[in-house]
């Protein structure tokens, strides 16, 4: 395997805060790289564990928005000021999402 840097302007990807960067790999060995490949481990994720860390961001997500109403906070959009009724609907929305994912996993099948 070969990794060239170069600063050409010609980047099919710009990688980073400099963009004017560009790094180029070349496999010359491809039975190598097959092999090395099969080495890599992926780790799936279960259902439970799956429905608890979307059920804690959904409800993370339904606090931020009950506390933007509390608060008051402004929220604008490319100049748009978004109303407060939009954090109610969002609230009750994303709160429900967030019982109904972690009701499901004390739920016993």
């Known amino acids: 395997m070969h990794v060239a840097s170069s600063s050409h302007q010609e980047c099919p990807l710009s990688l980073g805060p400099r963009p004017n960067r560009c790094i180029t790999v070349t496999i010359d060995e491809p039975f190598v790289f097959m092999v090395q490949a099969k080495a890599i481990r992926v780790y799936a994720m279960d259902q439970k564990t799956f ?6 961001i959904f409800a993370v997500v ?12 402004p929220v604008m959009i490319g100049g748009w000021t978004v109303p407060m009724w939009v954090s109610w609907i969002a609230f009750v929305v994303a709160g429900g999402l967030s019982y109904f994912g972690l009701r499901h996993l ?3 099948r």
């Not at 429905?51 to 804690?56: D, F, N």
């Open 51 to 56: 429905t608890l860390i979307a059920g804690v």
């Open 62 to 73: 339904a606090l931020l928005h009950l506390l933007r109403v509390y608060m008051a906070w």
């Open 106 to 108: 004390t739920q016993r």
